[in-house]
């Protein structure tokens, strides 16, 4: 792991709130993908005419694409603190911050797409890119 791994919210009036701004100030420190972080890989399921690439995200990592671009995530489930609820935060290359509140399950949260053709990077993944549990977009985070 390159992040501490946990947050208290403990007593707090709105816990939710308390762990996404420690995910965010977490991945603000991030400029760059270290060389022991964990990187997830897509995954291509095409046969006939199904067509469906995703990205399986456990915990915390990275994906890189070929552009240069890339994404590092933090995930929390609502297994783990019903309060803070399942959120999935990104932050990519570009200092864009994003959430996603779909669902995770076992620790891993999927992210696909049925679109062909698409040319992968930070921009394209958080525009087409949806949870597989429950077809949650991704927001992005207007920080103050």
Sequence with gaps: MFFPSTVSCKNSPNPKQVWMDYAVKRLSSVDSVPETAR????????????????????????????NGDWICFITHSS???????????????????FYNKGHICGGVISFFT?????????HTFFDIFLSDSDNEVWVQMILH
């Design 114 to 122: 049925k679109e062909r053709n698409v040319k992968l990077n930070a």
């Design 39 to 66: 990187v997830f890989a897509q995954q291509l399921t095409a046969f006939n005419d199904f067509y469906k690439l995703e990205f399986q995200v456990r915990g915390e990592g990275f994906i890189r694409f070929d």
């Design 79 to 97: 297994h783990d603190n019903e309060e803070i609820g399942d959120v999935t935060v990104a932050r990519d290359n570009h200092g864009r911050i």
